[in-house]
């Protein structure tokens, strides 16, 4: 028997597993409903219409909610939690949404951290994910990698997320490749993951926060000079990010529990083997053992 | 008489200076017609309309010409001359343009160094403002910064262009300001400049090149605490990019001059006084005065 709505809900697409009390799947769903694309708050309107089969078939089902969904710019703002946090803590601040035709529906709450500056820095969903990492592992303690468009660094000891730092990486490369001169020389065809190595490699040679600005501009000069072929020039600044960041860390010969979709996991998985920095791969499945152990916590499974 | 019309050609805009021989400007014209709005190659008529008058009224006057118009996409793809080059070096090494109508039109090489790591390093226009900068002062060392899309810090010893960095500072802002997340929570009101002070200060903090890629989220994550004012936060954003750049040289303690258009030098000057690097602004006719100094080289002038 079903017993819980898995809702992993971002920036651009929603995705819901049905999930039996044990964790297992028993269906799946993806619409390009993401928080983005939803006009005028019909954010029920667009979950029902993803859960309504199941809804009709096992009755109303309780939900589990993260990600960008609790924002601001989503249906209602979730809190975020002062560090550090576990899944207990997580699992006491949940919001309620009362939608009709579901059991309860509820929202997890974001993670917020001072930086050593006191700047804050903020997660929504990725907390999820940790507490489902350690869920599946058993593990109290480790450092977690969650690459994306602002990719996560987060540490755990005892059990809480002690601590995290979002690097833009994702969505730097983005607006880097398209929207300055760097992207004019380079192709679309995929690379060979060498120039994707040398980028990676380059990031030893950079002086510190200005030498980036400086080192980005090799995307440039390497393909003028034509000592980087057209089809590894964006490979190059991919590992130049994304080395930077890997080599971002206190005590960096820590090891490394990377979650996350299989291919951009497969790159940051090759930088790291390049930087001398030891990594692991986590399941696939943290997102929904998070959601299934805040439901527990939270007494939504009688299992 | 004037003797020189000194062209500065970029990429999105051409100005032109009707010079005497001792450098005093006669006129001066500008036209949106830089390289990348110029279509089929026809580069001769547009330079022809912009001194239509002068030619009418002076005969055939030469002139010298920097800038992107040397690039592959611009008129004639100059040479890169290896670093060191002094002023006479890049005199032996202008290419001529024939162009009816005009006296010997000559196009200015770029300049090109290798940083340590091997990776090439170009420019095109900034040499001839170094050259102008050292003839107005009559100095023959120091460290030049010319603020730009593509900034360039130049060292010069013994009046020869030793070596140079560019950083994408300028294309950087923008592309993050405007194409990524951090744009959203940005005013467009003109701040007060706490934002840019607090963005320069940050860069102590920062603790190298991945550093940068999660130091920039704070533009965001002070905004949703609003611990930073809205007009105040594209500036805390430029304030880190410009303080980042500024941070990255060998013996920062150094005199740096600046040269460049007067709000981002203003820009410059600000961030160093904060970071403690000494700086002095090069009058606004460097250009000129390195265009002068190559024809006075190449033979144009007869004075």
Known sequence: ???????????????????????????????????????????????????????D?????PAMLSGMIGSRQGWIEAPYLPCPV????????????????FGPVLLAPGVTVRG????????????????????????RDGRFLLPGTHSKRVEV???????????????????????????????????????????????????GAGGLLHAIFAARTLRLFDELPEKEAADYLSGLLIGAELADAPSPGKMVTLIGG?????????????????VEVAPPACVRAGHLALARRAGLLHA
Chains 1, 2 share one sequence.
């Open 57 to 61: 078939r096992h009755g109303p089902l």
């Open 86 to 101: 576990d899944g207990d803590t997580l699992a006491r601040h949940l919001t309620p949404i009362p939608v009709e035709g």
């Open 262 to 278: 299989e291919a951009l996991v497969d790159r940051y998985d090759r930088a790291a083997a390049r930087l001398g920095i030891p």
């Open 157 to 207: 000891a005892d059990g809480r997320i002690t601590g995290f730092r979002t690097y833009m990486t994702g969505e730097a490369f983005a607006a880097l490749r398209h929207h300055t001169i760097l992207g004019r020389l380079m192709g679309t065809e995929p690379g060979d993951g060498s120039g994707f190595e040398r980028g990676v490699d380059a990031v030893r040679g950079i002086s």
């Open 1 to 55: 028997m079903p017993a819980l709505l898995s809702v992993d809900w971002g920036t651009s697409s929603l995705r819901v597993y049905l999930l039996a009390p044990d964790g297992t799947i028993d269906d799946e769903r993806e619409a390009p409903l993401g928080i983005m694309n939803i006009g005028d708050g019909r954010f029920a309107a667009a979950l029902e219409a993803v859960c309504r089969p199941w809804l």
């Open 116 to 139: 050593p500056d006191g700047v804050p820095d903020v997660m929504r969903g990725e907390e999820c994910q940790v507490v489902g990492a350690l869920a599946l592992s058993g593990r």
